[in-house]
């Protein structure tokens, strides 16, 4: 195979050497070139410029973020994307029982073997996770601050990992800057006019490495779910249900509403944040989100 690895440089620079070296010598029996990225989003032209080309595979190296850029590029190309995670909280690598070893996760790659998966799209964007409005993105501001007071990444950030997000989970609470949003939705033939803190669409049930938001939540079966938190008003009953989100147990809760859907239209007064695959990417007033079925091809293990 003729194969585009993209390295997301935001990763410690010895351990992308270390990285860099592995990929050389594990790809070694394909064509492999390999970049690296200098600046946000440039994974997204890097990809898109991969489609004009004769490659057969684009690896991506990174986390969320980085594989969200790569499909965003891609565009629905028929060119497989392989995956090496090397992220904080890797939540799609790990649904797909990707190794996050980066020598096993080479091995997989050298086996080629193909299997098709859903995409979700909001006002054009694609992700493949998770995304969203209300406290995800309070949590979101809160990490992208802290990583951006320093040149290099914060080693504490490194070690901390997935449990990163629930850290800053506590931090917004605890300081009570999160703020809920008046919406209005339609989804499934019905309206909605409702106070939300939390309106998360994914497709893969857990979230941030721990969160199990979306329990029943499926990339293969041409819908995503969705889980929308009301704000009763109670910072204590918020708590509560997000301490049963943390378990999957939260359904049954009166401030709780899941749905199963292909399409969801969701407007909001003011201009809101919506996040996707753990990094904030749009603001607008109107979110159009849908599922593409089938609309991408990844390098995975049989039956993940």
């Not at 499909?71 to 992220?87: D, E, F, R, V, W």
Request: proline share 3%; net charge positive; charged share 20%.
């Amino acid at each position: 195979m003729n194969i585009k690895v993209i390295i997301n440089s935001r990763t410690i620079r010895k351990r992308r050497r270390w990285i860099e070296s592995i990929i050389s010598k594990k790809l070694n029996q394909h064509n492999i070139d390999i970049e690296q990225t200098r600046y946000p989003g440039h994974a997204i032209e890097i990809s898109g410029a991969v489609r004009n080309k004769s490659f057969d595979a684009i690896v991506a190296v990174g986390g969320d973020g980085t594989i969200n850029e790569v499909i965003n590029g891609m565009n629905n190309s028929k060119i497989a994307l392989g995956i090496i995670p090397t992220g904080t909280a890797n939540d799609f690598a790990t649904h797909l029982k990707i190794p996050k070893d980066t020598e096993r996760a080479c091995d997989l790659i050298n086996t080629g073997k193909r299997y098709r998966y859903d995409l979700i799209r909001v006002n054009g964007w694609n992700y493949i996770t998770s995304g969203g409005i209300g406290l995800p993105c309070d949590v979101l501001r809160v990490i992208d601050k802290d990583r951006n007071r320093r040149r290099q990444y914060n080693p504490i950030l490194a070690i901390l990992g997935s449990h990163l997000y629930s850290w800053a989970l506590a931090r917004v609470l605890i300081s009570g800057s999160h703020r809920a949003n008046r919406i209005r939705m339609e989804i499934n033939g019905h309206r909605y006019d409702l106070i939300a803190s939390t309106l998360i669409i994914g497709n893969q049930p857990c979230l941030g490495g721990h969160y199990q938001v979306l329990p029943n939540a499926a990339n293969t079966d041409g819908f995503f779910d969705l889980c929308l938190i009301e704000y009763t008003g109670s910072l204590f009953c918020l708590v509560r249900t997000l301490l049963k989100v943390l378990k999957g147990k939260h359904s049954y809760r009166s401030d709780v509403k899941i749905f199963h859907a292909q399409n969801i239209l969701i407007e909001s007064s003011n201009p809101i944040d919506f996040y996707a695959d753990g990094e904030i990417k749009l603001k607008d007033t109107n979110f159009n989100v849908q599922i593409m079925p089938k609309a991408i091809q990844i390098i995975s293990p049989a039956g993940s």
